[in-house]
């Protein structure tokens, strides 16, 4: 998205005016605020403006300040704010809005874009040398499920292929539009499968359990607790068999010692972690966490199996 | 009755209005909160997020403490004050993140920007932000917009914090700011790059927190640090707004608004805020005396000389003096005293011929209900009054109140844009009458109110029958029960800041003297001080002497020409509309050989052979304080009588016969013709003719 401007002057129309069917409908749809709230009706009557002309004009932002009686920079302020309303020009015949979001974008919306390029103008929000088309890149539809799409005026053409694209802007081009079915361009209804369903083929009959009889209580099997949802700890220090300073306190003992007596031997395997407070050399509990070899397992989170120390 | 809430600031116990906001509480409780988008006279935006506190018991993330009430937060389960804090580490991460946000499209331009020392993202970055940025892409860049010929812009440094917008639409009351686009690409500007049309549109810079919008004539000649700064009071209209004047040297380079809750709150009229300019030009800063029908420079003894022959050579009822809209109290004091001595009484500080009389009591032109009083007002009756030309600032009072809602607004006049809706009545004396007599509906409004006010404008008294519609106003007044000894509604407002003084001091024709009309005609001696104001073709043909500070219309056509100081240059007082005493302060010195107009007056009395009795601006005040004991309650008002305005309104009967014939049938029209072009001061200022002329070109544009 880029700042949004008025169109240059050299577009802009002498004035606007919303046609009769249009303002008979402007009238109504300002009278479904309460009163006091008319000037609610900004966005519909733009976009109404919108409709009428293609695009919204300079005089048509100033024709609904005045209808609903409002300063003329509150109503550039919304018109600037939505991207849904053209402040150019855009294509007579047609305005491309292809999407551009994730699931379209996967599913090939860069190549329609390709095409708009090719077939359009090179930048979107441009007319095409006729001036019959334009294109844009707008975000998400609502139709992913059928990506990709583009949206003319208030139809969506899905299920695209550059190639359907191609044909499709021809058809505009050419003012034929109408001809062309919207929704789907593939072998499909709507979002339902392609080719027919997959799925519930077969005629389903209804199953009534709750008409058999209720098994008693007593029927039911004693079953033991079951562990089948706790997590299984495979880590190799979390092995149930492995002595610990906890489970194993004297050999701890006997081992600190040992490493007293004997500071260069190769009782301690590696150099105590300067990070840590305390090392096992040094006679300190293990930090829980800082493994370092087989020295310090770490103790399993549940205590599975008796274990053979004498403090139990 | 206010219901009042507790909770806990930091550990701090206070107890706040329960309608206050988090951030207001943390004010009471003296904590400072950082923020941009939030400003006590405007709607809450809660869009800078500068403001983040954390609330004890709430959702787990900072809260926006400008927009969530002192209502909003839970207490305790078991029945704890409700606590927030704004020093936790929490709340300075938010700060940090907020500010790093904001400034990652925000410039580095702090070196060559006028906001530069008194900023407030400068200042509360250093405070409350980190030292570096993590962000290393290009910062966005925003066309600079036209706005007007007083607000420079420069949008690069724009936050959107949308005060400006917030200002225009609720304080100015017309919507002309709005924030186009959306996300990166929202852009401050007015409707297809207008220019602002607000009188009060200067206050937009006061706003802006950053430099986005700063004063256009101000821009790159000083730093805010360098200037001296003298806090004075406005002299442009009645209102007398506090304004401080900040100097570099002898020069004013600007001219800021004080707050001051009783008369301006915080804004000013750009007429105030950018007279500067015209204090420089057309200055008279030397004696000049009329010889050979031309204007030449003199000394002072020999302009003294030329003013003391021509007072010899006439008879004292043949001397007369008239005050201009400026003037202060002390000169005019001073002018009076001198004319007392002369033996004359034809004085007047009523240039344009108003009706008011300080015979009829002090309440008779004063506007009594006050500024302040405005907001408790419960209808409103404009008559000859055009308050968004003659009082900006007291026009944004009553926008305030208005927005309020339910305060119905009648205007007899003119009917033109206030800035807010009314019920136009009509165009003179007859749908006076018609209120009066009951035939108008508008009538029972102003009965059923609670507190109802009228205000008188000088449009509809400063006409041959103004003493008329006076009285008939007061009279009025009275019968909606407008007057009572708890609520006065009957208001009078003026256009000059002098007058007030003026007839405090009873600078007006004693019993056999003439009014200002009759004393340009006929007087052989006639002083000028600072009267600019008249119709100078009607001018007869006697020596006039000019004392003032511009070289106007008063100046063209003098004898005698003494240089005098301007409003910024001489410590005086000056009187509003209410009544309303206040001291201005000298800012800087006079040019030239111009000296203070009290001064002049006291060395001329001497060469006349009348010395006055003063010879320092503090003797002088003790004699003025002494005759006029009100004048040394500075900042007061001293209240008029109700019965003065009841005794007035006795008279509208009679007076119709006793008055120049009957009541014209013509319509009120404001004196006030340009708005920017009202004294010698504004009439000299090139900035204020380059917004006259747009304003014109502006209303000749809608007019076709």
């Known amino acids: 998205m880029s700042v949004r401007r008025l169109a240059e002057d050299q577009f802009q129309p002498a004035m606007f005016a919303f046609n009769e069917e249009n303002a008979v409908w402007a009238e109504a749809t300002i009278r479904k605020y309460p009163e006091g709230r008319q000037q609610s009706a900004v966005i519909p009557l733009l976009m109404r403006a919108q409709e009428q002309d293609g695009w919204v004009t300079r005089s048509a932002i100033e024709y609904v300040a005045n209808k609903l009686d409002m300063p003329f920079i509150r109503v550039l302020e919304v018109a600037t704010f939505y991207t849904q309303f053209q402040l150019k020009p855009v294509g007579t015949r047609a305005h491309i809005q292809v999407c551009g979001t994730t699931p379209c974008m996967l599913r090939g919306a860069e190549d329609l874009m390709e095409v708009c390029r090719h077939k359009i103008h090179h930048d979107p929000l441009e007319l095409n040398a006729s001036g019959t088309l334009s294109w844009e890149e707008v975000e998400c539809q609502g139709a992913c499920v059928n990506a990709p799409m583009v949206i003319v005026f208030k139809d969506a053409y899905e299920d695209l292929t550059p190639e359907r694209l191609e044909e499709i802007i021809d058809a505009f081009e050419a003012g034929k539009g109408s001809e062309i079915k919207p929704g789907p361009q593939v072998d499909r209804a709507f979002s339902a499968p392609e080719g027919g369903p997959l799925t519930l083929l077969e005629e389903v009959k209804p199953v009534r359990t709750n008409l058999e009889p209720q098994r008693g209580a007593e029927e039911a099997a004693p079953m033991p607790p079951t562990d089948a949802g706790r997590a299984k700890n495979v880590a190799p220090e979390a092995d149930a068999s492995i002595k610990t300073p906890v489970t194993d306190k004297e050999g701890a003992k006997a081992r600190v010692k040992a490493a007293q007596d004997m500071p260069l031997s190769a009782t301690a395997k590696t150099d105590p972690d300067p990070k840590s407070p305390g090392s096992a050399v040094e006679g300190a509990p293990p930090e829980p966490g800082s493994v370092s070899g087989d020295l310090k397992p770490k103790r399993s989170r549940k205590k599975a199996g008796p274990t053979e120390g004498e403090d139990k | ?704």
């Open chain 2, 1 to 704: 009755m206010i219901k009042m809430a507790k909770l806990k600031v930091d550990g701090k116990e206070i107890e706040v209005p329960d309608h206050f906001t988090l951030l207001q509480a943390c004010e009471e409780a003296g904590v400072e909160i950082p923020r941009f988008c939030f400003h006590e006279r405007l709607s809450v935006a809660g869009n800078c997020r500068m403001c983040l506190i954390e609330v004890k018991g709430g959702p787990p993330k900072p809260a926006a403490s400008c927009a969530m009430g002192v209502r909003d937060v839970r207490p305790g389960p078991n029945g704890e004050l409700p606590e927030v804090f704004t020093n936790t580490p929490m709340v300075k991460k938010a700060r940090e993140g907020v500010m790093e946000f904001l400034l990652i499209n925000h410039p580095l331009d702090c070196p060559i920007c006028d906001q530069g020392g008194e900023c407030d993202l400068q200042d509360q970055a250093m405070a409350f932000g980190i030292d570096s940025s993590r962000y290393t892409e290009n910062k966005r860049a925003v066309e600079d917009k036209y706005i007007g010929p007083l607000v420079k812009t420069v949008m690069n440094r724009c936050i959107h914090c949308t005060r400006c917008v917030r200002f225009t639409t609720e304080v100015g009351g017309i919507s002309e700011l709005g924030l186009i686009g959306r996300g990166e690409d929202a852009e401050i500007t007015t409707y297809l790059e207008h220019a602002m049309t607000s009188e009060l549109q200067g206050n937009v810079i006061d706003l802006c927190p950053v430099g986005a919008l700063t004063s256009r004539p101000f821009a790159f000649t000083a730093r805010p640090w360098e200037l001296g700064k003298t806090e004075s009071i406005d002299v442009m209209d009645a209102v007398g707004s506090a304004i401080r004047v900040d100097t570099r040297g002898r020069e004013v380079m600007r001219i800021m608004p004080r707050v001051n809750e009783q008369v301006n709150e915080e804004w000013i009229s750009d007429k105030t805020r950018f007279i500067w300019d015209g204090l420089k030009t057309q200055r008279l800063d030397r004696p000049y005396v009329r010889r050979n029908g031309r204007l030449a420079a003199a000394t002072w003894g020999e302009a003294f000389g030329a003013i003391k022959a021509a007072v010899s050579a006439t008879s004292a009822n043949k001397i007369g003096a008239i005050a201009g809209d400026l003037a202060s109290v002390e000169e005019m004091y001073a002018l009076k005293e001198l004319i007392r001595s002369l033996g004359s009484e034809n004085l007047d500080c009523r240039q344009d011929g108003t009706a008011l009389d300080p015979s009829l009591g002090r309440a008779s032109y004063l506007f009594n209900p006050t500024i302040e009083g405005i907001e408790q007002a419960g209808a409103l009756l404009l008559i000859g009054a055009n308050p968004r030309l003659e009082a900006a600032v007291l026009n944004a009072r009553i926008r305030k109140r208005f927005r309020r809602g339910n305060f119905p607004i009648g205007v007899i006049g003119e009917a033109t844009d206030l800035r807010y809706a009314y019920d136009y009545l009509g165009a003179g004396v007859d749908t006076l009458s018609d209120l009066a007599s009951g035939a108008h509906s508008f009538g029972d409004v102003l009965r059923g109110a609670k507190n109802p006010m009228i205000i008188v404008g000088q449009g509809a008294l400063m006409r041959p029958d103004g003493a008329a519609i006076l009285a008939a106003a007061a009279q009025f007044a009275g019968s909606i029960g407008a007057l009572s000894e708890e609520w006065n509604g009957f208001g009078v407002l003026h256009t000059a800041a002098a007058r007030v003084g003026g007839l405090d001091l009873g600078f007006v024709p004693g019993a056999n003297g003439v009014n200002a009309a009759d004393m340009l005609a006929g007087m052989d001696v006639l002083f000028l001080l600072g009267a600019d104001e008249l119709d100078f073709s009607r001018k007869g043909s006697g020596f006039t002497v000019y004392i003032g500070s511009h070289g106007d219309a008063g100046a063209h056509h003098a004898d005698v020409i003494l240089p005098g100081a301007a409003y910024t240059e001489k410590s005086g007082t000056w009187v509003n509309t209410e009544g309303r005493v206040q001291v201005g302060n000298r800012a800087g010195f006079a040019p030239g050989e111009a000296r203070e107009d009290w001064a002049i007056l006291r060395a001329l009395s001497d060469v006349l052979g009348y010395k006055l009795p003063f010879d320092s601006l503090p003797a002088l005040r003790s004699k003025l304080y002494q005759a006029y004991p009100h004048f040394a309650e500075i900042d007061e008002i001293a209240a008029g009588s109700v019965n003065d305005i009841a005794t007035l309104g006795q008279r509208a009967g009679t007076q119709r016969g006793d008055q120049k014939g009957e009541l014209s049938k013509s319509g009120f029209a404001s004196p006030i013709k340009d708005f920017y072009l009202t004294n010698p001061i504004a009439r000299a200022s090139a900035v204020m003719a380059e917004c006259s002329s747009l304003a014109r070109n502006n209303f000749q544009a809608a007019a076709e």
